[in-house]
């Protein structure tokens, strides 16, 4: 199973959560190895190249997927094509959070207060093309505002700047917030999913607050190979929906601000061409180019 993202984190201790699990049912030791890099291209690129034998897969995300695609039209491999889908896993909710002292003390302040200053109040994402910056995208689209991104590498660089004043707005996982807001050292405002997150039931959805339909964040997937055979397909189907459908797995997902989602092969393929639909519009509104 490859992890196209450095050991340590999120997708690689779920990959290492469900390699276990699916072992015994396989009939195989499943080996996790992490393949990171281009953002996660150079993971998917290798399972799309590998044998379609099965033997081969990918926990794949939505950069990989759906957004490196939609940016760059030279990729080396093109999901729709040479990776097939096998299970749509888990959903990664994110959550709008501001400093503990902010006057922005709801989601609705917030918007007016970036009504009243067009383009001052900062967010930080971990980049542009990433899963917070075109949710905010989509977000600003919404409610008919303007924000300053400012770009990061990680969410660790998020965090520190928000803790300190720096940025008005951190756009973070609810892996990554769930403990500083339980600290109180930060004030969550809302999420991105369609539902409350079970990690933070106390935080109402985007949604909920006056926009109705909006939902964002990302997904990771289970791929392999295009042209793997249909029964070697639903052979791994059955496997990895059994680890998912094992409470502890669940709850374990869920524990770290997930959604478990277990959508078999034909489901997980309309979700796919459903987000590159999505974001595809909402890149091409933004004019974000990837290599030409």
């Known amino acids: 199973m490859v992890v196209p993202f450095a050991?340590?984190?999120?997708?690689?201790?779920?990959?290492?959560?469900?390699?276990?699990e699916v072992s015994k049912p396989l009939g195989q030791v499943v080996v996790v190895e992490n393949k990171a890099g281009a953002a996660g291209a150079l993971g998917a690129n290798f399972v799309a190249k590998s044998l379609p034998d099965g033997y081969t897969l990918c926990l794949c995300g939505?950069?990989?997927?759906?957004?490196?695609?939609l940016l760059d039209p030279k990729l080396s491999y093109v999901p729709a094509r040479d990776l097939a889908p096998v299970m749509l896993s888990h959903l990664v909710d994110y959550v709008v959070v501001v400093?503990?002292?902010s006057a922005s003390d709801s989601l609705a302040r917030l918007v007016a207060a970036a009504k009243a200053q067009?383009?001052?109040?900062?967010?930080?994402?971990?980049?542009?093309?990433?899963?917070?910056?075109?949710?905010?995208e989509l977000f600003q689209r919404a409610s008919g505002t303007r924000f300053l991104q400012v770009p990061?590498?990680?969410?660790?660089?998020?965090?520190?700047?928000?803790?300190?004043?720096?940025i008005d707005i951190g756009l973070l996982s609810v892996q990554a917030a769930q403990p500083l807001i339980?600290?109180?050292?930060?004030?969550?405002?809302?999420?991105?999913s369609q539902a409350r997150s079970k990690a933070l039931p106390q935080v109402p959805t985007i949604a909920e607050q006056g926009y109705p339909?909006?939902?964002?964040?990302?997904?990771?997937?289970?791929?392999?190979a295009g042209g793997t055979p249909a029964p070697i397909v639903e052979k791994l189907y059955a496997a990895f929906a059994a680890a998912l459908g094992n409470?502890?797995?669940?709850?374990?997902?869920?524990?770290?601000?997930?959604?478990?989602?277990a959508l078999a092969p034909p489901a997980y393929a309309a979700f796919l061409h459903r987000e590159q639909q999505k974001w595809g519009k909402v890149i091409a509104d933004t004019g974000l180019k990837g290599r030409e």
């Open 62 to 69: 939505g950069g990989p997927m759906v957004i490196l695609p």
């Open 182 to 192: 339980k600290a109180g050292k930060v004030r969550a405002l809302a999420v991105w």
């Open 7 to 20: 050991p340590g984190g999120a997708t690689d201790v779920v990959a290492r959560l469900l390699a276990g």
């Open 213 to 224: 339909g909006y939902s964002a964040g990302t997904f990771v997937g289970i791929n392999v």
């Open 99 to 101: 400093p503990i002292n």
């Open 247 to 261: 409470p502890a797995v669940r709850d374990k997902l869920e524990e770290l601000g997930f959604t478990p989602m």
């Open 152 to 166: 990061y590498k990680g969410e660790s660089n998020v965090i520190a700047d928000v803790l300190a004043g720096q």
């Open 118 to 136: 067009p383009g001052k109040i900062s967010y930080g994402s971990t980049g542009s093309g990433g899963p917070a910056h075109l949710g905010m």
